[in-house]
């Protein structure tokens, strides 16, 4: 099992830029695939963004944020990283960050194994 934690959210204007960090704790982390979701208030959760555990590191981002947002990763820190720019209002959100088994990565919530508590983000007009 892996212990995932979210940090880095807070309140921003419209167009600035954030980075998310996912810290994990775990045996078998690089092998993991890490997957960005977020979800609004009373709004389900929906996909953000993925990474698979290979070498290659396949990402894969929803429209909405593509071209705005980079998730990465670093191994030996055990720590997924959310680059967000050109924030947006409609990005407002808690953000989860969860690992997948697999290590190929998901837009499916259902996918993942391991989830953290989320961090808020919240972008002001």
């Known amino acids: 099992q892996v212990q995932l934690a979210e940090s880095g959210g807070r309140l921003v204007q419209a167009g600035d830029s954030l980075k998310l960090s996912c810290a994990a704790i775990?045996?078998?982390?690089?092998?993991?695939?890490i997957g960005w979701f977020r979800q609004a208030p009373g709004m389900e959760r929906e996909f953000v963004a993925a990474i698979s555990w290979s070498a290659g590191r396949s990402t894969y981002y929803a429209d909405s944020v593509k071209g705005r947002f980079t998730i990465s990763r670093d191994n030996a820190k055990k720590t997924a990283y959310l680059q967000m720019n050109s924030l947006k209002p409609e990005d407002t959100a808690v953000y989860y960050c969860a690992a997948e088994v697999s290590g190929l990565g998901s837009f499916r919530t259902s996918e993942y194994d391991y989830w953290g508590q989320g961090t808020q983000v919240t972008v002001s007009s």
């Open positions: 775990g045996h078998t982390f690089s092998t993991y695939a």
